[in-house]
Structures are given as C-alpha cells and as structure tokens.
C-alpha cells in the first residue's frame, strides 16, 4: 500500500473532552483516519507533534494559554514537515488569514460535514492549502490584496489582532500583557495603533468594535 492510499496518521488537539472523543470516533469510522493521540491544550500537542510523529495535527483556534497561531510557529520549529488543520467555530476569515500566513495549511469550520474534514486532512496530508467552503473565495480576495491596501481588521499584525481579541474578552491591559507575556507599555502600545488603524477614539471603542466584528474569544 502506498503511503498516500494508507489512513493519515493524526493527532486531534481541544481542549473539550467530549469534543475529541467524539471527533476520534467519527474519523476513525471513515477509515481513511487513525487517530494516534489526543491533546488537551497547546503544550500537549507540541510533545506529542514529537513523540507521535503525526503526519497532520488538527488544532482548535483557541487552546488553554496558546492561540493557534502560537502553536503552529512551535510545531514548525520543531516538527518542519508536519502539516496543519485549524478546525474552529470561527467564521471571521481574520482568523483563517491569520493561521495560514503563520504556517497551517488548512482551517475549517467546526459546523463542516465530517465528510468535508475527512476531505481537508487528506488534503492538507498531501500539502494542499484547504479551506472551508463558507468562508474560501473571500479568504482568497483578502490573500490577493497587496498589503499596503488592507484597511480595517486586515490592516493589524498578529500580535495586534491578538490583543484586540483579548482586550474584546473583557481583559483588562495588564492582563492582555501578562497573556502575551509582553510589557505594559507595549501592550498600551498596541493598543494606540489599533486605535489609530481601526479610527476609534477609546478603549470602549475597541472593545465595542471586537464585539461587532466577532473577534471576541
């Protein structure tokens, strides 16, 4: 049997039991998936990216103490040729741009047909770019966009969008510095130049804006 018509070897990472055990069933039923480990947050998936040897790891966005993007700029440091699924209730296509320019090859919604995730790690195994088909043509317009253009969310980095997200949650500014393990003062700064890319006028205004463009945790 050659190793493209072998099941993908794969570990699932999130942070709800239920979630995973219940994703583990489904794939493995498909035939196409083993299942060769189960992380519960970010830490875990790196060790197991290891030990395991995966060929894909599918993450969840948001994992206790590390986001996505973190986690894959780990996984790529220590496993290079590993390749990456985000699977997440996040439709916002900031969240999908932000995981594919830090490395991932694919992201999908959790709200997907299993059909559709079985399709995206095959994909993703072969080194293919997958995405959800609700959110693919306006991820794509967003990508083609020279940089220089983008205004708005698309305008921020990703720490910046990082800090948005947090600062949306209710966080206040010394807990969104102590979550991305920065200063104060530069978390204030972060603050300043999203304000001044967003053309809002207060922290209010930004939490308002994070709440109305479902960048909120």
């Not at 293919?128 to 991820?139: A, F, G, Q, T």
């Not at 500014?173 to 809002?200: F, G, H, V, W």
Request: charged share 25%.
């Amino acid at each position: 049997m050659s190793i493209l018509n072998s099941p993908v070897r794969v570990v699932l990472a999130d942070d709800h039991e239920m979630v995973r055990e219940a994703l583990a069933r489904i794939l493995e039923e498909s035939g196409k998936i083993t299942i060769v480990a189960q992380a519960s947050d970010g830490d875990q998936a790196l060790d197991l990216a290891r030990s395991a040897r995966p060929e894909v790891i599918v993450l969840d966005y948001t994992l206790p103490n590390h986001d996505a993007p973190q986690v894959i700029e780990k996984l790529l440091q220590v496993v290079p040729d590993i390749k990456i699924l985000v699977l997440t209730v996040h439709e916002n296509i900031h969240y999908a741009v932000r995981v594919l320019e830090t490395g991932a090859q694919g992201y999908l919604i959790k709200s997907a047909a299993v059909d559709e995730l079985v399709e995206a790690i095959e994909n993703v195994r072969q080194g293919r770019i997958y995405l959800s088909h609700k959110i693919s043509d306006e991820v794509l317009q967003h990508l083609r966009r020279p940089k220089r253009e983008r205004v708005g969310l698309e305008s921020l980095s990703q720490r910046e969008f990082d800090f948005l997200r947090l600062l949306g949650s209710g966080k206040s500014l010394q807990e969104c510095a102590k979550q991305m393990d920065i200063t104060t003062s530069t978390a204030s700064t972060y603050r300043s130049r999203i304000m001044e890319k967003l053309n809002l006028a207060s922290t209010a205004d930004l939490i308002r804006y994070a709440i109305k463009h479902d960048v909120v945790k």
